[in-house]
């Protein structure tokens, strides 16, 4: 039988390209040869071929067509105007390379001005081809050139390292087209989103506040951050896969105990809280107001003093002395790292790249980040001024993770609670690092591939049917969840009820990781509809979006409780990956949970 052979077009070509290779009994050698950037059909391949011995230059295979290359010394960018040019039968060498760019995952520059320009790119399993030393020229043009096949973007960390995304999205890209989450203008969603899923999730979604919706729609002048203004964090995201468990459905289907109703308290007032503080200021029963608060949330005249305990600001058990003696420090240590930015230069800054970019980044973020609320609204806004320099210093108190879009939704709700610059950096702290969302922003991306792992064991486990049909629509790596996930479903709720869910989730009850069962909870509440109107995956994705400002704070609240007691009832039942879901995974976080359970309602029926 005949086989068919795909076309093989030459679009690039250069020569003077170099490798080092090893041979036995001798030295390293340096081989000569060109390299061609070749399309097989569609698919974009880097071949390198050596000269022959003899001063013969190596003909290409017969089996491609490649254009006129004239002399070996130019490098020839033919771009969609290859022309094909018939060859003859070359003879094989081991030292040819070929490079499917779909499986490369970076390819490193040389440093400008420092000897020959080189490339080295790494593969998908992290294996690095040989060096490929451009001695006359043609490392930048290749660049470019490729650039017309996949996506690049430069690490932050790295100025030689280029990231790279293979642009095989079709699917996906029909799908956040049906979103709309960037502008109607943008056609290229999905490589944005291979770029950076954060901003492209965060920043698409700009224009959607709690304040737009209940009042009036966002001007059309506020438009979204440019494309190259993204930075490229999460890269490797949508590239993670989930299976379906059957034998972890098997082991829990009809074992799961019946779900207990529950209700919902009223918050914790101004009253209570100074009732539950002796005359040195100590809060005592804390165990029992981490359960009022969880029941019910926290009046809003009293946020400003409890939020700081919540947040690991304060000491449960400090005094007001020494809880005056602790603001006094923090107040002295957050003047000091905002000292370390503020007095940079502006001949320093031009020189610190890392520093301007994530400036720049900041104060693109600032000034989208909630400006239909009163409290950010208007020109000359001291509230604004406070935002930036919390997200500037934090970046500088932790270096290595630095800013990520996201974090100013994080951090806006906490300034207009606690209303001062301090005690707002301390807090948002508290929730980074002790409330650990910090791992929502990693470089390394397991922090948001671990929730969607867990979530989607959960949803197996607990919905095994709707799992079924999300999985029958490609939908069951939850990835439409994503931005719940990211930035604790600020997005989702109202400036109010964003507040309650949050106070109520950073008391860490019933268990750390509460947010997953809330994510459940909503989706409980939208699985009918997604099943009767059969949605496909563009359409999930579009029916969760329009879900935000729409969410009732308190059901989602009471449904995500009632799902905890029911797995929490049927743990002789449950394997090991839903225990380790729903109770405390460390020793710091075991004794906290130790002293502030809610077991005192496990037994509801």
């Given amino acids: 039988m005949a086989t068919t052979t795909k076309e093989k077009v030459v679009v690039f070509e250069v020569g003077g390209v170099f490798i080092h290779t090893s041979q036995a009994d001798s030295e390293d050698v340096l081989l000569a040869g060109r390299l061609q950037l070749v399309l097989s059909g569609t698919d974009p391949f880097v071949m390198w071929n050596p000269h022959r011995r003899g001063n013969c230059v190596e003909q290409p295979d017969p089996g491609w067509t490649v254009v006129n290359t004239g002399s070996d010394s130019s490098a020839k960018n033919n771009g969609d105007h290859a022309s094909p040019v018939q060859s003859e039968q070359p003879t094989k060498n081991k030292h040819m390379l070929s490079v499917d760019l779909s499986q490369v995952k970076s390819i490193r520059t040389s440093t400008p001005n420092l000897g020959w320009a080189y490339l080295v790119f790494r593969m998908a399993d992290d294996e690095e081809m040989p060096p490929l030393h451009f001695h006359e020229g043609g490392s930048k043009e290749l660049i470019s050139v490729i650039k017309q096949y996949v996506t690049i973007t430069r690490s932050p960390t790295d100025r030689d390292l280029l990231n790279i995304h293979p642009r095989n999205t079709d699917a996906l890209s029909t799908s956040f087209t049906e979103l709309q989450i960037l502008s109607e203008s ?13 901003t492209a999730t965060m920043g698409g979604f700009s224009k959607v506040t709690s304040f737009v919706r209940d009042n009036i729609i ?97 000491l449960w ?25 503020k007095t940079i230069t502006t001949e320093q800054e031009r020189r610190f790249s890392l520093f301007k970019d994530r400036k720049n980044l900041i104060d693109k973020d600032v000034i989208r980040t909630d400006r239909l609320h009163p409290f950010y609204a208007g020109e000359n806004n001291l509230h604004l001024e406070q935002l930036f320099a919390i997200l500037m210093t934090y970046a500088q108190f932790n270096f290595d993770l630095g800013y990520v879009q996201g974090m100013s939704d994080i951090l806006s709700p906490i300034l207009l609670v606690m209303e ?20 929502n922003f990693d470089l390394d991306q397991e922090g948001m591939k671990n929730q969607l792992i867990q979530l989607n064991t959960l949803v197996q486990v607990i919905e095994p049917e709707f799992y079924g049909f999300l999985q029958s629509k490609e939908s069951s790596n939850m990835f439409f969840c994503f931005r719940w996930l990211l930035i604790h479903f600020k997005r989702e709720f109202t400036f ?19 947010h997953l069962l809330l994510c459940l909870a909503i989706l409980e509440t939208q699985k009918k509809t997604m099943k009767e109107q059969d949605l496909d995956f563009n359409e999930i994705l579009k029916h969760v979006n329009e879900l935000s400002l729409k969410l009732n704070v308190e059901e989602v609240l009471r449904l995500g409780e009632s799902i905890y007691l029911q797995l929490k009832n049927s743990e002789g039942e449950l394997p090991a990956a839903i225990l380790d879901i729903i109770t405390p995974g460390g020793e710091e976080e075991s004794s906290q949970a130790s002293e502030s359970s809610i077991e005192v309602i496990a037994d509801v029926e």
């Fill in 420 to 439: 001062d610059e301090v005690d707002a950096f301390w807090c948002f702290v508290g929730v980074m690092d002790h409330l650990k969302l910090e791992q």
């Fill in 218 to 314: 966002a001007p059309q002048t506020m438009v979204n951050r440019p494309a190259e203004d993204f930075s490229p964090f999460f890269p490797d995201i949508t590239t993670f896969k989930v299976e379906q468990d059957f034998d972890l459905i098997a082991e829990t289907k009809n074992k799961l105990a019946e779900r207990p109703d529950v209700l919902r308290g009223e918050p914790l007032t101004e009253s209570e809280w100074l009732a539950n503080q002796d005359d040195k200021g100590r809060v005592l029963n804390m165990r029992e107001l981490k359960e009022k608060i969880f029941r019910g949330g926290i009046e809003s005249s009293i946020r400003k003093d409890v939020w700081p305990f919540v947040l690991h600001y304060y």
């Fill in 496 to 514: 109010d009820d964003i507040m309650r869910l949050w106070e109520v989730m950073w008391t860490g009850l019933p268990c750390p990781n509460f």
């Fill in 186 to 198: 943008s056609g290229n969603y999905v490589s944005k989103f291979f770029k950076d899923p954060v």
């Fill in 317 to 341: 058990n400090s005094t007001t002395e020494e809880r005056i003696a602790l603001r006094k420090q923090k107040e002295d240590e957050y003047f000091g790292m905002k000292a370390q930015w």
